[in-house]
């Protein structure tokens, strides 16, 4: 194959800033052109007046290009504009990567003869073909379409037997060259015949399968039809600058069109809307409606007059090469009649249509042999040329090219500008490959250039010119591409098919967690139950009659929190807050125990100082977020420190006394420590303040946990039958006695394996924050194993545990900016990745993340149902206070929780509540609502 293909086009310096944007006058390289003075001043008026039409400037060029630009956004929309370009979807779904091989039929039907090639892809883009040249009789292409399609399948089988391929099944490309709808790869219904085609009974028809029931006639060889492209398409695929790919494709020859890579979720049409997908844009259409009045000329209305189609296709009749040469031949006409040619004369030939071809408006406005080809054609035109003649011949010439590169580039220049703002890149560098007789023309070619450059100056266009096979050869790559990826898709699959819990599984996690839940509730089952549904002592949840002022320690990290919260009626402003955050120095939470409980007295002190509280004994509330065991509400057993504390001296201790002994030493002042609660109590409480509904609350961020309102009754461990009390399920160690183990993929067990506690906290393993992302990597290095992910090239980056934290899968999953997300976060880490790399990513991380979020809202319905049960309601509503960074800030996870309760507790009408400032507002809450039912059991001694 030539290396033309791999080069770039040649670009020529910028004319000047004060030349006109197309100018109607150009002057050759010197000593090519005469000087126009000595013509005379008579004809260099009509020459300026009769081209002074076509002569676009920048302005009117940058009008031309939002026009289009318009236009292509409304063709992408359901609802379209009344200036459009079709932007017709082709279900390409991405370029070459340069690993595509096999061997392919392909079927390129042509203005007037038909190709067949095979061609053999051996894991770059240099194709080895083998090709016959078929011409296509005039009486089959406007006789019977049945008859067509059977010449092509006839003579696709002649090249096979002329091979001497033995027998098996091929697989076929075809490039039809028309304009079609197509819902598939191989499915394509032919809208309308052009280029002399006019067969009948087969518009409104697919063409995949015209021809294949055509080959299924045949019945001599096993060939499926896998893909149907325009020649735009396969122009775009068959070409590459390098390693690097083409991303738009552009025809400009006879007619003219384009194709580009989209993102896939500015296509309204599709179902699919991640990834990318090549759009056919149809723009020769541009300008039927009008959109290009005001830059018509009367040469451009005669051009049209006499088309086969009148009104349709304006654009490509300005640029296209079947419509070059007549506009140059009317424009020699006005100016013959105007006496600036030929001293006036005119010939039959030059007043004959279709005289002047676009061949010879190319080859005259080049500056090398420009003057000579005009010389040829004033004569086969009958005329007898001057210098002068042949100077004014070519200055139309260069005009009629100039103006049609201009327009060309404006369109190039809309679809650039719409690429990268849809991207939203602030440059864009992509390759146009490009094909036609036009093109080819140097003068053309550098206009376009410099031209899109003026009228894109945030885009980078290299043009890759396409050489005789890239056509064909783009052809094989569409289906060589395709069957790469629906390889990749199934191996995808298979791979992530552990990751996927179907509704069955589901049910099945739901229905454990009941079981789990009743023998964590009863004496006898207790130790063997992997939850440990902890009494709480929280009797009720709040009224809304609470009053009074309270202070609240919120201990559970590095930093601590001291607040005090006042609870006023609603109509006098609620709760109201006021905090302080203070922080633990690591020496202190992995002293002694004295001096991390000392330091947190000084912090109390430090704040009732600045609040004024200093002298008065409020109830408090402690939000203690480590694992306890509580005896009552104003005592919690530590079980061990978590989070880095190492405190001494305080496991197996009541942390309420550890305070309270520690204000003792302090001797200045008095803590009432009416409650000790965990967080996701907290929030519960917190939420319960604004709903009296909410029974339940749940912590999904770095951790995992939940708690509920259960029946006194059914919790053996608490003495007493009547009310309810909150139990603290620890959910997260749901499985650790093995009842989850069918649900373990070997990523998970790679996890925990590493993990700081392997074996332990099994449930918060698979939907916390603390592990999402490290379950994702450990995909990730399994697909580049198996070389489904970047090519396979190693990763070095992904083999670094915790270098993929679960905020990554927020961002990768954002709706709107995925694809430019995932790929920041992938090259951030080192990794370049393709287009087809960061949707496989973001696949992953989906997977991952509603699997996550499923078990969650399997776990949450369990708990609904139980509820219900308990109560024995035929309906149950109830709200779920919600607190973590995975619930509030992952895009998709609370849908994927709510989504799942819905669907496994059908009778349970449950409502989710975020809770803001939940762990310091609940603790006081509980605080205000155990001092509530204490005063109200106190009520009547009192009366009596």
């Not at 055509?214 to 149907?228: E, G, K, L, T």
């Not at 993929?804 to 997300?821: C, H, V, Y």
């Amino acid at each position: 194959m030539s290396s033309r293909q791999d080069e770039p086009v040649p670009q020529e310096p910028h004319k000047e800033a004060g030349s006109p944007a197309c100018p109607a006058q150009w002057v050759g390289a010197a000593g090519t052109a005469q000087d126009p003075q000595s013509r005379s001043r008579h004809v260099t008026e009509v020459v300026q007046r009769v081209l002074q039409p076509l002569s676009l400037s920048l302005q009117q060029l940058s009008r031309v290009q939002h026009h289009m630009l318009a236009a292509m956004e409304a063709g992408l929309r359901l609802r379209k504009g009344a200036h459009t370009v079709p932007m017709l979807p082709t279900y390409v779904r991405s370029t070459p990567d340069g690993t595509e091989r096999g061997s392919f039929l392909v079927l390129e039907l042509r203005e007037r003869d038909l190709r067949v090639l095979r061609a053999e892809l051996g894991g770059s883009q240099e194709a080895q073909l083998k090709d016959r040249i078929f011409a296509v009789p005039q009486d089959l292409r406007e006789g019977k379409g049945e008859k067509l399609f059977d010449f092509m399948a006839k003579s696709l089988c002649q090249f096979l037997d002329d091979l001497h391929i033995p027998a098996t099944s091929h697989q076929l490309g075809f490039c039809f060259p028309f304009t079609c709808i197509t819902t598939g790869l191989e499915t394509s219904k032919l809208q309308s015949w052009s280029k002399g085609y006019s067969c009948s009974g087969v518009v409104g028809r697919d063409v995949g399968q015209l021809l294949q029931a055509a080959i299924q006639r045949q019945a001599s060889h096993d060939i499926n039809v896998m893909v149907v492209v325009n020649d735009t398409v396969a122009t775009m695929m068959g070409c590459r600058l390098g390693t690097k790919p083409c991303e738009v494709g552009l025809i400009v020859g006879a007619g003219t069109n384009s194709c580009f890579m989209e993102e896939a979720r500015y296509v309204e049409s599709l179902d699919d809307n991640e990834g990318r997908m090549c759009v056919n844009t149809e723009w020769g259409t541009f300008g039927d409606t009008g959109a290009m009045a005001d830059i018509l000329t009367t040469y451009d209305e005669h051009v049209d007059a006499g088309s086969l189609n009148k009104g349709k296709h304006r654009f490509e009749k300005l640029i296209g090469s079947l419509y070059l040469g007549e506009i140059a031949r009317l424009l020699l006409v006005q100016l013959a009649q105007d006496k600036a040619l030929h001293a006036g004369g005119t010939t039959p030939q030059l007043r004959t249509q279709g005289m002047v071809t676009a061949l010879e408006v190319l080859n005259i406005s080049e500056d090398q042999g420009g003057l000579a080809a005009a010389q040829c054609l004033l004569q086969k035109l009958g005329l007898q040329p001057s210098d002068p003649d042949c100077f004014t011949v070519q200055q139309v010439c260069l005009a009629v090219v100039t103006r049609a590169a201009c327009l060309c580039a404006t369109s190039l220049a809309a679809m650039l500008t719409h690429m990268r703002k849809n991207r939203e890149l602030p440059q864009l560098d992509v390759c146009v490959g490009v094909d036609g007789d036009t093109f080819q023309a140097r003068r053309f070619r550098q206009t376009l250039l410099e031209m899109t450059k003026k009228l894109a100056p945030e885009c980078t266009a290299t043009l890759v010119s396409a050489v005789d096979d890239s056509r064909a050869q783009g052809v094989a790559v569409v289906a060589a591409v395709a069957l790469r990826l629906e390889a990749q898709r199934r191996e995808v699959d298979q791979l992530l098919q552990p990751l996927r819990l179907a509704p069955r599984a589901r049910q099945q996690v739901q229905a454990l967690l009941q079981c789990e839940m009743e023998r964590g509730l009863r004496q006898e089952t207790h130790a063997q139950a992997s939850t440990r549904m902890l009494p709480t002592y929280v009797r009720a949840t709040p009224d809304g009659s609470e009053r009074g002022d309270f202070l609240a320690l919120d201990l559970g990290g590095t930093n601590f929190r001291v607040l005090l919260v006042k609870l006023r009626s609603r109509e006098a402003g609620g709760i109201c807050m006021v905090s302080e955050i203070y922080s633990i120095p690591p020496e202190v939470a992995q002293g002694p125990g004295s001096q991390l409980f000392d330091h947190i007295v000084e912090c109390i002190v430090d704040f009732q100082t600045k609040q004024g509280l200093w002298g008065r004994t409020l109830p408090l509330g402690f939000t203690f977020s480590f694992p306890c065991q509580q005896k009552s509400l104003d005592q919690g057993i530590l079980l061990n420190w978590t989070k880095g504390f190492t405190a001494s001296g305080c496991e197996g201790k009541d942390v309420v006394e550890l305070l309270r002994e520690a204000v003792r030493r302090k001797n200045q002042f008095d803590l009432d420590v009416v409650a000790i609660v965990n967080d996701t109590v907290g929030t519960m409480m917190s939420c319960g303040y604004d709903d009296p509904n909410c029974e339940v609350g749940l912590i999904v961020g770095t951790g995992t946990n939940a708690c509920y309102m259960e029946e006194l009754r059914n919790v053996e461990a608490v003495p007493g039958a009547e009310g309810r009390m909150c139990i603290n399920m620890e959910w997260g160690a749901f499985g650790d006695n093995g009842c989850l183990d069918e649900f373990f993929t070997h990523f998970d067990a790679q996890v925990d394996r590493v993990s700081l506690n392997p074996g332990k906290q099994r449930f918060e393993k698979l939907i916390s924050g603390m592990y999402l992302g490290e379950i994702v990597r450990m995909v990730l290095v399994e697909l580049v194993e198996k070389e489904l992910l970047f090519q396979g090239r190693p990763c070095p980056a992904l083999q670094t545990p915790g270098i993929f934290p679960t905020k990554f899968l927020s961002t990768i999953e954002s709706d709107g900016l995925a694809l430019r997300q995932a790929s920041a976060v992938l090259q951030n880490l080192g990794l370049a990745a393709s287009v087809e790399d960061a949707l496989l990513v973001r696949k992953v991380c989906q997977v991952v993340s509603l699997r996550a979020g499923q078990l969650c809202g399997a776990a949450l319905a369990a708990v609904a149902e139980k509820i219900r049960d308990n109560r024995g309601l035929a309906q149950l509503a109830v709200t779920v206070g919600v607190d973590g960074t995975l619930y509030k800030l992952h895009p998709h996870f609370s849908q994927h929780v709510q989504q799942t309760v819905k669907e496994l507790a059908p009778r349970c009408t449950v409502t989710f509540l975020q809770s803001e400032d939940g762990s310091g507002k609940g603790a006081a809450l509980v605080a205000a609502v155990a001092c509530r039912i204490a005063q109200s059991r106190a009520a009547p001694a009192t009366g009596q």
